[in-house]
């Protein structure tokens, strides 16, 4: 098992400074540049292609994140393989003896089509023109948190988060509250008025929309019943109401009393105040910086509950923000494996991952569709241990000491004056953020400083020295960082 001690990054990850309140939230009204440009697309996607950087920095802030929040057509991009256990019940119809081989093939073909919808997954965000939309997904994923061995439902769901990416988070909740894969996930399913089940109904208020110490023990029991009657046919897919199964007497829930259903119970959340400050408060923490100030958390809440909770305008709010362009912000998060993976191939113009690059994010963390409980990843610096920083460091010099870098469409701008390739390499990897230590190591290494080797790159060392560069700046701290 990989070591969890945990890598400190001696200071990098700023303490907060002082907000103002006052102008946080308000435009930021300063040029972008190649650097801000970097900031953006890292955390409104998974970084840019140097092409991509450029493009970005000769824009304004508004219509830079305009093009982000504005989601181009994807009809074009591939679709998963997805097995589909319903088309193959039949086969359980069998004599009981061979009724186990049946079931282990089939489990079989769903592990196997979940490995396979990892990789597609990876490469949208790779691929795909909509990256925020992407981002979004992956934050929801995360968010309303769920894993099912039903690759059908598992896809189900991972398009319900993309069709609603910027959409209305109190629609979504309502979709996903009715979602096959949430209502196996935390037995909503088998939630009858005779034994109603707890489960969904305390998650949907501790982990998605409220928090701890919003709600009561009797406010989750009352929220059960409500949410009794639900029933998922998992041959079909369908999902129906059954109204025999339905608790329909008098419910206490949040302060309000009525005959309350599961839709009426997600109404009565998102009227608190606390909804709003917890979806901001999650939202603040993935995209701009962890545990931001009261004050940066209400002013965000302020425009999710006047814009009735649709999630554009608050995004857009967040990106063109004071606070998002300020130090504060700047490298404040740690990339998660799926970010540090499908980051590094985008930051090298590479347009496709090989399949080991699922076996590299799982092994850093993160097993897309297969959060390791209903609180979801933790993040942040749990992250980066002893473990998983070498396993980072195994992936980028795997990256950089393959032929995929030889297709990389950033190679061929790296100059070969061993000065000049220091200061594209970090210029491109790091948008210059290296010590000047750093910048010496690189260069030393692109000389073929130590060794008999002219100091000249040159087409035999090229490749070698600039993949041993690359790796070299890719393990550095302000590339852990987004």
Known sequence: ?????????????????????????????????ERSA?????????????????????????????SLVRFPSTANLPQPDVYDRRAHLGELRVPVDERRDALKEILRNERESLRGMRLWWLNRMLTTPAPLQEKMTLFWHGHFTSYVNYAVYTYFQ??????YALGNVRTLTHAVSRDPAMLIYLNNDKNVAEHPNENYARELMELFTLGIGHYTEQDVREAARAWTGWRLNKATGVV????????????TFLGQTGNFMGDDVVD???????????????????????????????????????????????????????????????????????????????????TELPDDAVGFANRMGQILFQPPNVAGWPGGQNWLTSGTMIVRQNFVASVANSQTLASSSWLGQVPMQPDKATHAIVGTLLQGDAAPASRVEVQALLSGAGTSALMMLSGENFQQRVGAATALAMGMPAYQLN
Do not use: W
């Open 1 to 33: 098992m990989a070591s969890q001690t945990r890598v400190d990054f001696g200071g990098i990850l700023r303490p907060p400074g002082q907000l103002d309140a006052t102008t946080a939230l308000q435009p930021y009204r300063g040029p972008l540049d």
């Open 38 to 66: 970097a900031h953006l697309l890292r955390r409104a996607g998974f970084g840019g292609t140097p092409d991509e950087v450029r493009r970005y920095a000769a824009m304004s802030v508004d219509a830079a994140v305009e």
């Open 158 to 163: 991972n398009q319900l988060f993309r069709y």
């Open 240 to 251: 129906r109401f059954a109204p025999r199964q339905h608790d329909d007497g008098s419910k």
């Open 268 to 350: 009565i959340i998102f009227a608190q105040p606390q909804c709003a400050r917890f979806l901001a408060t999650s939202l603040l923490n993935y995209f701009v910086y962890n545990d931001p100030e009261p004050e940066l958390v209400d002013a965000v809440a302020d425009v999710m509950r006047r814009n009735n909770y649709e999630i554009a305008p608050v995004m857009s709010a967040i990106f063109r923000s004071n606070v998002f362009y300020s130090p504060r912000a700047y490298r404040a998060l740690v990339k998660s494996p799926v970010e540090f993976v499908v980051g590094t191939y985008k930051a090298l113009g590479i």
